[in-house]
């Protein structure tokens, strides 16, 4: 059974970095196309990012555009998620998600996701 396990997340200030980082234990990370998630107090969980099994093909929510880099070691089983300058706005429960392997689908719906790891909070003071 996969298990996804994030870390990285914490309380930094407007204009900080985090990297989050996600790993897989009980599959093959390079089987599984892999996307980042968060959820804010009172909203739906929404897409952040994705990437494709060899890491040639990356996807962004128009509002991390820019800020947000994707990537992953399949060699370490472990997907990140280097975030810059950090707003209030992105302050969320982060998770990784992997959706059935070697299927990509709709990738920017959490319901092609049937394994999510507990997730990472983030919180951006201003």
């Known amino acids: 059974q996969v298990q996804l396990v994030e870390s990285g997340g914490g309380l930094v200030q407007a204009g900080d970095s985090l990297r989050l980082s996600c790993v897989m234990s009980?599959?093959?990370?390079?089987?599984?196309?892999m996307a980042w998630f968060r959820q804010a107090p009172g909203k739906n969980r929404e897409f952040v990012s994705a990437?494709?099994?060899?890491?040639?093909?990356?996807y962004y929510t128009d509002s991390v555009k820019g800020r947000f880099t994707i990537s992953r070691d399949n060699a370490e089983n472990t997907l990140y998620l280097q975030m810059s300058s950090l707003k209030p706005e992105d302050t969320a429960i982060y998770y990784c998600?992997?959706?059935?392997?070697?299927?990509?689908?709709?990738?920017?719906?959490?319901?092609?996701?049937?394994?999510w790891g507990q997730g990472t909070q983030v919180t951006v003071s201003s």
């Open positions: 998600a992997a959706p059935r392997p070697f299927h990509i689908g709709a990738f920017r719906d959490p319901d092609e996701y049937p394994f």
């Open positions: 990437v494709d099994w060899s890491a040639r093909m990356t």
């Open positions: 009980g599959g093959n990370l390079s089987a599984y196309v």
